[in-house]
């Protein structure tokens, strides 16, 4: 075997580093470090800012092309943007609010109600006489009875109460509760939230709804603020809303917000003075809605007006009731075409046939309306002269139908005669004394609408 000696001789290799391009590269690695941690750090801290303005963007943009009629996404053509218009709050949260109430608020306003009120003036006998009820056994009680007659001096006028209201043109249309100008011999005057003080004239009061219209004079020259009207019609259980108002008749203008709890609510609303009224197919809320709100809008987060805030249970909590926007439309156009408002009426009293009312009464159907008198002898069943009198509608007759739709608890009575007009006909099923039967009848104009 042979032995081999290998001799290797590594050579140290000649490598001449620039120690100023290293540092070049270190300095630059660190500012690009430093740079993207800046970056980070900020697109963090503001990262909500950041989503919400570009979503808004985004979804601005998508609403303006499915209102133009394509879709840019899917290039199909598009209905109401109501996907897109709800989705669009729910990103911008609080910023919508906040924008709905700048927009709305110049055009809500408080009703301030004042009377002219007895004036009394008391005096006195200075001769005063002393008895003493309890005779000799405290003999050293003594009681002073003086002798004071009240006279009336005159009148005085005294703020007896106040609402909230809403503005709808530019020319001093306002919105309100029936309610709250219900006083044919009270005034009213009407603060705007800068301050400015107007005098109310009442052109109409709804006997039918609780809605009202009042009209204020713009200066020379000037137009007022006001709302657009909604579409109460698309409203959904659940949505954001807000409402305005003078709560309590001391602060003007005041903001709270909810969402819908309910649709088509029917519920019986009653006064201190103990008046009341059946409201159907209105609108339930949690946004708080005070004492004095009578009359003030209820808002989507646009700043449109779906309701009118009329409303709510004592003792609750957050549960308010608004007229949905759509029912008092007919009352608005009516009274700017003819300067009242004019409704149609069949001239009946009639309670709701449910499934309770059948039973009690032993009623062969669970659905129409019953004719029948109100609580005193004066509240006839069927109004003579009225409609429903010419037609030969009797007391306890069951009407079933209005046009071939029944009358149920989603298509009230009431609702379907108030889409008609005056003049027209009408055809009712009628169950009478056990038979059916149809009656034609033409609407006319409801007696003391103005009232």
Known sequence: MKNFNLDFKFKKPNININKAFLKAILVSFLTVVITLGVISFFLWHYRAKIFNILATGYIKEQQTNVIAGTNSLTGQQQGKPSELSALLP??????????????????????????????????????????????????????????CTQTQTGTEKQTIGSGSGFLISAD????????VVADTTADYTVNLNNGKKYTGKVLARDPILDVALVRITPPIGTAFPYLELGDSDTLQVGQSVVAIGNALGQFSNTVSAGVISGLSRSVIAGDSYGNSEQLDKVIQTDAAINPGNSGGPLLDLS???????????????????????????????????????????????????????????????????????????????????????????????IILEINGQKITSDQDFSSLIRGKNVGDYITLKVLSKGVEKTISLRLEKAPDVTQ
């Open 172 to 179: 001093g249309l306002i919105v309100t509760n029936r309610h």
């Open 90 to 147: 729910a990103l911008t949260g609080e910023d919508t609010v906040v924008s709905a109430v700048k927009k709305a608020n110049p055009a809500v306003v408080s009703i301030v109600i004042t009377k002219d009120v007895p004036k009394y003036s008391v005096s006195c006998d200075q001769n005063q006489t002393q008895t003493n009820p309890f005779g000799n056994m405290f003999p050293d009680i003594f009681f002073q009875t003086p002798n």
């Open 303 to 397: 700043g449109k007006v779906i309701g009118i805030n009329v409303a709510v249970v004592q003792g609750s909590e957050s549960v308010g009731f608004a007229l949905p926007i759509n029912s008092v439309k007919s009352a608005i156009d009516s009274v700017r075409k003819t300067g009242t408002i004019v409704r149609p009426y069949v001239g009946i009293r009639y309670i709701p046939i449910t499934a309770d009312v059948k039973a009690k009464n032993n009623l062969t159907v669970d659905y129409g309306v019953l004719v029948q008198r109100g609580a005193t002898a004066s509240d006839l069943a069927v109004i003579p002269g009225s409609p429903a009198d010419k037609a030969g509608i009797l007391e306890n007759d």
